[in-house]
């Protein structure tokens, strides 16, 4: 979970200094280490509360993953989106064309953000047994340490697919100087084999589901969902289908049929619509609030037009434009059918209203009637328009579609597509009002998912991983092919599989060693 009815705030060790006129001098004796810190209930809920913060916390000073972070450091190098007019910083700008070093600003926090919600999810993990407060209770124990688990799990999911091989920490170090933290990195199926086993531990600890000011928090079936993912990330066809079942039910995964009470929207709007978040298809979310102390999404914000009046849109995330065939202004936009509901309906909108009564918009090429510039709009807050970066609309990690997408992949390359991959598949195609599919060839039916997928999942921190993932049907991978097409061509495989491993954190560290081509 993350930010729900309360605020999360971050843990953080004091050091007191006694100092007078005459002297100054250190008191050791103020200095609490955590190990003596952590005694009571509300010290065990509080560090757990401190993992999620690291997912959503934001601001005009810092990004976290799901709070703008995966946008700049990640997606603009897709190519789904773009940094917008609005998006000035040079390092973002270079990113996007991947002309991104390990010297960047953004490679830098991504390793640096995953790394801090680590250390928090280690602390929790380390600590919270051993408190022996009476009102916390040993199921708490259990739940709490299962949270942090999921939580320490999805963030070297993260980091391991960004950068392959990292240090694998999995306790709160403890040390004096720069030699003492430095550690080598885990080979990456050393990493997978520790997030599978934290997502296993996990769901056998978590419940089913919350109420009232924890509803968000991770549930058993949100370990059990990250895991076929897992999976399915690994090439484990077999597993992910098992895993995915378990969140679905069994075939043919009708509604209703999730034994954790998933489902799917009708009205595909409705997954991002404040008014609906934590609901039916959200499985695992960053949770975000409106008009309380800054725990709006400023995602929101980025991908709304600017100069409408009585709105303030930065429209620093845009969708990507590039030249396919005769058409120089082709975009993700135009890969949508005219009948498909996603594709007005919560994913973009082409016109704002504004404050005095007129509409507001913009056309792509201004040659052609009604070629309108397509807005990004999952995370519009219809009740903070004046001021979008309070939204509060929640980020989806991973939501109900997106499992029966991973099923019917899965299923699809371990079976072919069987009765079982179309079963899964078509749920989601029908929800957009397109017609299932019943007799495609095994590369027809990963070429289309692939398609769906994308479609489905834009603007939700997905399209850089699953280029990176997908391979077609000659087992290569589609990442440059598809950025080519796009217009990038200066990808470069293997060089691009990988981000850069940070050079202040390899100055820091002699144990690292750089990824290939860096």
């Known amino acids: 979970?993350?930010?729900?009815?309360?605020?999360?705030?971050?843990?953080?060790?004091?050091?007191?200094?006694?100092?007078?006129?005459?002297?100054?001098?250190?008191?050791?004796?103020?200095?609490?280490?955590?190990?003596?810190?952590?005694?009571?209930?509300?010290?065990?809920?509080?560090?757990?509360?401190?993992?999620?913060?690291?997912?959503?916390?934001?601001?005009?000073?810092?990004?976290?993953?799901?709070?703008?972070?995966?946008?700049?450091?990640?997606?603009?190098?897709?190519?789904?989106?773009?940094?917008?007019?609005?998006?000035?910083?040079?390092?973002?700008?270079?990113?996007?064309?991947?002309?991104?070093?390990?010297?960047?600003?953004?490679?830098?926090?991504?390793?640096?953000?995953?790394?801090?919600?680590?250390?928090?999810?280690?602390?929790?993990?380390?600590?919270?047994?051993?408190?022996?407060?009476?009102?916390?209770?040993?199921?708490?124990?259990?739940?709490?340490?299962?949270?942090?688990?999921?939580l320490r799990a999805l963030y070297y999911f993260n980091i391991v697919r960004l950068f392959g091989a990292v240090?694998?920490?999995?306790?709160?170090?403890?040390?004096?100087?720069?030699?003492?933290?430095?550690?080598?990195?885990?080979?990456?199926?050393?990493?997978?084999?520790?997030?599978?086993?934290?997502?296993?531990?996990a769901a056998s600890a978590l419940p089913d589901s919350y109420s009232g000011a924890d509803l968000g928090r991770a549930t058993a079936g949100a370990a059990k969902s990250l895991l076929a993912k897992v999976y399915l990330t690994e090439g484990k066809w077999a597993l992910a289908v098992s895993k995915a079942e378990e969140v679905t039910g069994p075939y043919p995964y009708s509604a209703g049929s999730s034994p954790y009470k998933y489902d799917l929207f009708t009205d595909y709007s409705q997954v991002f619509l404040p008014a609906f978040k934590n609901g039916k298809e959200h499985i695992l979310s960053a949770q975000f609030k409106s008009n309380s102390l800054g725990q709006g999404n400023n995602q929101a914000p980025r991908g709304a037009r600017s100069g409408v009046p009585g709105m303030v849109g930065s429209y620093a995330d845009q969708v990507r434009f590039y030249t396919q065939g005769t058409d120089k202004n082709f975009s993700i936009y135009k890969l949508y059918s005219a009948n498909d509901r996603r594709k007005k309906n919560g994913t973009f909108v082409t016109r704002f209203l504004g404050s005095d009564g007129k509409w507001y918009g913009d056309l792509?090429?201004?040659?052609?009637?009604?070629?309108?510039?397509?807005?990004?709009?999952?995370?519009?807050?219809?009740?903070?328009?004046?001021?979008?970066?309070?939204?509060?609309?929640?980020?989806?990690?991973?939501?109900?579609?997106?499992?029966?997408?991973?099923?019917?992949?899965?299923?699809?390359e371990l079976s072919g597509p069987s009765a079982k991959a179309y079963a899964a598949y078509n749920r989601v195609r029908e929800r957009a009002g397109l017609t299932p599919f019943n007799a495609l060839s095994q590369n027809q039916f990963r070429d289309s998912l692939y398609l769906d997928r994308r479609l489905e999942l834009v603007w939700e921190n997905q399209r850089w991983f699953d280029l990176i993932r997908e391979k077609d049907a000659t087992g290569k991978i589609i990442l440059e092919d598809a950025l080519k097409k796009a217009g990038k061509t200066n990808v470069s495989v293997p060089k691009h599989l990988l981000f850069p491993i940070p050079q202040q954190e390899i100055d820091l560290n002699a144990k690292l060693i750089q990824n290939p081509g860096w």
């Open 364 to 412: 792509v090429d201004k040659s052609i009637p009604g070629d309108s510039i397509p807005y990004l709009n999952k995370y519009w807050d219809p009740g903070q328009v004046a001021n979008l970066s309070e939204s509060a609309a929640n980020v989806p990690v991973i939501r109900f579609s997106e499992v029966l997408l991973i099923l019917a992949e899965a299923e699809n």
């Open 1 to 150: 979970m993350m930010k729900t009815t309360y605020k999360y705030f971050l843990l953080a060790l004091t050091l007191g200094v006694i100092s007078s006129c005459a002297k100054l001098k250190e008191n050791p004796d103020s200095f609490i280490p955590a190990k003596d810190y952590y005694k009571t209930k509300a010290d065990a809920i509080n560090a757990v509360n401190a993992v999620y913060f690291l997912l959503n916390s934001g601001g005009t000073s810092v990004q976290t993953p799901y709070n703008t972070l995966f946008a700049t450091g990640m997606d603009f190098m897709s190519d789904d989106i773009d940094p917008g007019p609005g998006a000035t910083n040079a390092d973002v700008r270079s990113q996007a064309v991947l002309n991104h070093s390990s010297t960047g600003l953004r490679v830098l926090q991504l390793w640096q953000q995953h790394y801090a919600g680590i250390k928090k999810a280690n602390i929790a993990i380390d600590r919270v047994p051993g408190i022996t407060d009476a009102a916390l209770t040993e199921d708490l124990k259990k739940r709490l340490v299962g949270e942090a688990k999921l």
């Open 167 to 201: 240090p694998l920490i999995l306790h709160d170090q403890e040390g004096v100087t720069i030699v003492d933290f430095a550690i080598e990195q885990t080979p990456v199926a050393g990493v997978y084999t520790q997030i599978e086993k934290d997502l296993s531990d």
